[in-house]
Nanobody, 126 residues
Framework: VQLQAFGGGLVQAGGFLRLSCAASERLFNLKTMGWFRQAPGNAREFVAASRWSGSSTHYADSVKGRFTISRDNTGNTVTLQMNSLKPEDTAVYYC????????????????????WGQGTQVTVSS
């Protein structure tokens, strides 16, 4: 499975961006889709996840209420709507996928995901 993330860019604090991740096969076959991010000098961290069929969503505390993950189950795209962006949201954002419906307690573990995209840079200026 190939994943391609796009939609990153430079935005001022308080602004918004919409990231998309296109998978090479239908999301019906990818039961868990996730977004992670990595800032310079930091470890990769969990941002959000969506488990089949999409009504089960999970967020890091740092983005809860500002970010929304959604998936097109009839197609191949998952999106991350990011509102009220903060400078600390600056990072490279990666989409990830698993063929399994990962247990809720484990959706934040990067090792649970089988496939990764190349990342897209998000920069939030103060």
């Amino acid at each position: 499975v190939q994943l391609q993330a796009f939609g990153g860019g430079l935005v001022q604090a308080g602004g918004f961006l919409r990231l998309s991740c296109a998978a090479s096969e239908r999301l019906f076959n990818l039961k868990t889709m996730g977004w992670f991010r990595q800032a310079p000098g930091n470890a990769r961290e969990f941002v959000a996840a969506s488990r089949w069929s999409g009504s089960s969503t999970h967020y890091a505390d740092s983005v809860k209420g500002r970010f929304t993950i959604s998936r097109d189950n009839t197609g191949n795209t998952v999106t991350l709507q990011m509102n009220s962006l903060k400078p600390e949201d600056t990072a490279v954002y990666y989409c990830a996928a698993s063929r399994s419906r990962i247990f809720q307690s484990a959706v934040g573990l990067s090792t649970m995901y089988d496939f990764w995209g190349q990342g897209t840079q998000v920069t939030v200026s103060s």
